[in-house]
Protein backbone atom coordinates (compact mmCIF):
# COMPACT_ATOMS: atom_id res chain seq x y z
CA UNK A 1 0.00 0.00 0.00
CA UNK A 2 2.84 2.47 0.93
CA UNK A 3 4.97 1.87 -2.32
CA UNK A 4 1.20 2.47 -4.22
CA UNK A 5 0.80 5.97 -2.49
CA UNK A 6 4.23 6.81 -3.55
CA UNK A 7 3.42 6.32 -7.04
CA UNK A 8 0.27 8.15 -6.79
CA UNK A 9 1.81 11.19 -4.58
CA UNK A 10 4.84 11.03 -7.45
CA UNK A 11 1.94 11.86 -10.18
CA UNK A 12 1.16 15.45 -9.38
CA UNK A 13 -1.70 17.90 -10.56
CA UNK A 14 -2.49 21.29 -10.21
CA UNK A 15 -6.07 22.77 -9.24
CA UNK A 16 -6.07 23.77 -13.06
CA UNK A 17 -5.26 20.75 -14.91
CA UNK A 18 -7.80 19.16 -12.55
CA UNK A 19 -10.10 21.74 -13.80
CA UNK A 20 -9.45 21.28 -17.19
CA UNK A 21 -9.61 17.65 -17.24
CA UNK A 22 -12.41 17.51 -16.01
CA UNK A 23 -14.04 20.06 -18.20
CA UNK A 24 -12.96 17.96 -21.14
CA UNK A 25 -14.53 14.74 -18.90
CA UNK A 26 -18.04 16.98 -19.11
CA UNK A 27 -17.90 17.59 -22.75
CA UNK A 28 -16.94 14.04 -23.73
CA UNK A 29 -19.83 12.07 -22.11
CA UNK A 30 -21.88 14.20 -24.00
CA UNK A 31 -21.50 11.56 -26.31
CA UNK A 32 -23.62 9.13 -24.30
CA UNK A 33 -26.46 11.28 -24.83
CA UNK A 34 -25.75 12.06 -28.61
CA UNK A 35 -28.35 9.89 -30.47
CA UNK A 36 -26.88 8.00 -33.51
CA UNK A 37 -28.94 10.23 -36.18
CA UNK A 38 -29.02 7.79 -38.64
CA UNK A 39 -30.77 5.06 -36.81
CA UNK A 40 -33.28 8.22 -36.23
CA UNK A 41 -33.52 9.01 -39.61
CA UNK A 42 -34.69 5.48 -40.22
CA UNK A 43 -36.90 5.84 -37.44
CA UNK A 44 -35.68 2.77 -35.27
CA UNK A 45 -36.99 2.34 -32.42
CA UNK A 46 -34.73 3.32 -29.04
CA UNK A 47 -31.38 3.92 -31.05
CA UNK A 48 -28.11 3.48 -29.55
CA UNK A 49 -25.92 6.37 -28.40
CA UNK A 50 -22.89 7.61 -30.02
CA UNK A 51 -21.07 6.34 -27.33
CA UNK A 52 -22.59 2.85 -27.13
CA UNK A 53 -21.63 2.72 -31.29
CA UNK A 54 -17.63 3.78 -29.60
CA UNK A 55 -18.19 0.84 -27.01
CA UNK A 56 -18.76 -1.63 -30.17
CA UNK A 57 -15.47 -0.76 -31.94
CA UNK A 58 -13.86 -0.47 -28.80
CA UNK A 59 -14.98 -4.09 -28.08
CA UNK A 60 -14.67 -5.48 -31.57
CA UNK A 61 -10.75 -3.78 -31.12
CA UNK A 62 -10.50 -5.86 -28.28
CA UNK A 63 -11.46 -9.18 -29.89
CA UNK A 64 -9.66 -8.92 -33.55
CA UNK A 65 -7.15 -6.73 -32.98
CA UNK A 66 -5.07 -8.55 -30.20
CA UNK A 67 -1.94 -10.42 -31.48
CA UNK A 68 -1.92 -8.79 -34.43
CA UNK A 69 0.66 -6.69 -36.33
CA UNK A 70 -1.26 -3.68 -35.17
CA UNK A 71 -0.34 -1.74 -32.40
CA UNK A 72 -2.75 -3.02 -29.76
CA UNK A 73 -2.69 0.16 -27.44
CA UNK A 74 -2.99 2.38 -30.55
CA UNK A 75 -5.78 0.56 -31.79
CA UNK A 76 -7.82 0.70 -28.34
CA UNK A 77 -6.95 4.34 -28.10
CA UNK A 78 -8.05 5.47 -31.64
CA UNK A 79 -11.18 3.31 -31.16
CA UNK A 80 -11.76 5.43 -28.26
CA UNK A 81 -11.73 8.94 -29.51
CA UNK A 82 -12.67 8.31 -33.33
CA UNK A 83 -15.72 10.18 -32.57
CA UNK A 84 -14.50 12.52 -29.73
CA UNK A 85 -15.91 15.49 -32.17
CA UNK A 86 -19.35 14.69 -32.66
CA UNK A 87 -19.55 15.51 -28.49
CA UNK A 88 -19.01 19.59 -30.53
CA UNK A 89 -20.57 19.09 -33.64
CA UNK A 90 -23.56 16.49 -33.25
CA UNK A 91 -23.73 13.46 -35.64
CA UNK A 92 -23.59 14.39 -39.31
CA UNK A 93 -24.99 12.51 -41.47
CA UNK A 94 -25.16 12.35 -45.28
CA UNK A 95 -28.75 13.94 -45.21
CA UNK A 96 -26.97 17.20 -43.42
CA UNK A 97 -25.47 17.96 -46.87
CA UNK A 98 -22.32 18.86 -45.66
CA UNK A 99 -19.50 17.56 -47.88
CA UNK A 100 -16.99 15.35 -46.20
CA UNK A 101 -13.74 17.85 -46.17
CA UNK A 102 -16.10 20.23 -44.42
CA UNK A 103 -16.82 17.86 -41.91
CA UNK A 104 -13.71 16.54 -41.35
CA UNK A 105 -12.71 20.36 -40.64
CA UNK A 106 -15.54 21.11 -38.10
CA UNK A 107 -14.76 17.74 -36.28
CA UNK A 108 -10.85 18.49 -36.35
CA UNK A 109 -11.71 21.66 -34.87
CA UNK A 110 -13.71 20.24 -32.42
CA UNK A 111 -10.95 18.35 -31.66
CA UNK A 112 -8.57 20.96 -31.04
CA UNK A 113 -11.11 22.93 -28.69
CA UNK A 114 -11.82 19.68 -27.00
CA UNK A 115 -8.29 19.20 -25.67
CA UNK A 116 -6.88 22.82 -25.98
CA UNK A 117 -5.88 23.04 -22.37
CA UNK A 118 -4.56 19.59 -21.94
CA UNK A 119 -0.90 18.42 -22.65
CA UNK A 120 -1.64 15.94 -24.58
CA UNK A 121 -3.76 17.12 -27.29
CA UNK A 122 -0.73 16.84 -29.84
CA UNK A 123 -1.04 12.95 -29.37
CA UNK A 124 -4.96 12.82 -29.43
CA UNK A 125 -5.12 14.57 -32.39
CA UNK A 126 -2.56 13.17 -34.28
CA UNK A 127 -4.39 9.47 -33.58
CA UNK A 128 -7.99 10.86 -34.60
CA UNK A 129 -6.10 12.29 -37.69
CA UNK A 130 -4.80 9.17 -38.63
CA UNK A 131 -8.28 7.40 -38.53
CA UNK A 132 -9.81 9.69 -40.61
CA UNK A 133 -7.38 9.72 -43.17
CA UNK A 134 -6.47 6.31 -42.59
CA UNK A 135 -2.87 7.18 -43.47
CA UNK A 136 -1.74 4.60 -40.48
CA UNK A 137 -2.81 0.90 -40.42
CA UNK A 138 -3.71 1.02 -37.03
CA UNK A 139 -5.95 3.99 -38.48
CA UNK A 140 -7.36 2.05 -41.39
CA UNK A 141 -8.05 -0.75 -39.38
CA UNK A 142 -10.32 1.31 -36.84
CA UNK A 143 -11.89 3.15 -39.71
CA UNK A 144 -12.79 0.09 -41.27
CA UNK A 145 -14.22 -1.69 -37.61
CA UNK A 146 -16.13 1.45 -37.33
CA UNK A 147 -18.35 0.29 -40.71
CA UNK A 148 -18.32 -3.20 -39.13
CA UNK A 149 -20.08 -2.25 -36.13
CA UNK A 150 -22.17 -0.33 -37.73
CA UNK A 151 -23.52 -3.70 -40.23
CA UNK A 152 -23.21 -5.69 -36.75
CA UNK A 153 -25.75 -3.06 -35.14
CA UNK A 154 -27.99 -2.51 -38.15
CA UNK A 155 -28.35 -6.95 -38.51
CA UNK A 156 -29.24 -6.33 -34.70
CA UNK A 157 -31.78 -3.75 -35.72
CA UNK A 158 -33.36 -6.30 -38.64
CA UNK A 159 -33.48 -9.21 -36.40
CA UNK A 160 -35.02 -7.19 -33.48
CA UNK A 161 -37.46 -4.84 -35.60
CA UNK A 162 -37.96 -6.58 -38.89
CA UNK A 163 -36.66 -4.25 -41.14
CA UNK A 164 -34.18 -4.37 -43.86
CA UNK A 165 -30.87 -2.65 -44.12
CA UNK A 166 -29.23 -4.33 -47.07
CA UNK A 167 -28.42 -1.26 -49.04
CA UNK A 168 -27.22 0.65 -46.33
CA UNK A 169 -25.02 -2.64 -45.32
CA UNK A 170 -23.60 -2.77 -48.16
CA UNK A 171 -22.26 0.75 -48.59
CA UNK A 172 -20.25 0.33 -45.55
CA UNK A 173 -18.94 -3.29 -46.80
CA UNK A 174 -18.34 -1.78 -49.88
CA UNK A 175 -15.16 0.26 -47.49
CA UNK A 176 -14.09 -2.84 -46.10
CA UNK A 177 -10.52 -3.85 -47.12
CA UNK A 178 -8.75 -6.12 -44.53
CA UNK A 179 -8.82 -9.90 -45.08
CA UNK A 180 -10.02 -10.71 -41.79
CA UNK A 181 -12.95 -7.99 -41.26
CA UNK A 182 -13.97 -9.27 -44.73
CA UNK A 183 -14.25 -12.91 -43.71
CA UNK A 184 -16.35 -11.86 -40.33
CA UNK A 185 -18.59 -9.68 -43.00
CA UNK A 186 -18.96 -13.02 -44.85
CA UNK A 187 -19.98 -14.76 -41.47
CA UNK A 188 -22.59 -12.44 -41.08
CA UNK A 189 -24.27 -12.49 -44.37
CA UNK A 190 -24.03 -15.98 -43.59
CA UNK A 191 -25.94 -15.61 -40.71
CA UNK A 192 -24.42 -18.10 -38.74
CA UNK A 193 -23.30 -15.58 -36.00
CA UNK A 194 -26.76 -15.18 -35.30
CA UNK A 195 -27.70 -18.64 -34.58
CA UNK A 196 -24.73 -19.22 -32.40
CA UNK A 197 -25.45 -16.43 -30.36
CA UNK A 198 -29.22 -17.65 -29.84
CA UNK A 199 -27.88 -20.88 -29.16
CA UNK A 200 -25.28 -19.53 -26.28
CA UNK A 201 -28.35 -17.65 -25.09
CA UNK A 202 -30.40 -20.55 -24.84
CA UNK A 203 -28.04 -22.47 -23.10
CA UNK A 204 -27.21 -19.46 -20.30
CA UNK A 205 -30.71 -19.95 -19.77
CA UNK A 206 -31.23 -23.76 -19.23
Request: hydrophobic share 35%.
Amino acid sequence: MQMLLLKLNDFCMTHIEIENRLKTYYQLIELKRLIRKGWQQKQIKNPESVADHTFGVLVLSLLFGKNTNYNFETLLLTALLHDFGESVIGDITPADNISKEEKYVLEKNAMIKIFAELDDSCDVIKLWEDCNNRTTKEGRFIAELDKLEMILQAKQYENEQEISFDDYCQQAENTIKDDLLKNIIGLIKSKKHLANAQQSSDNQKE
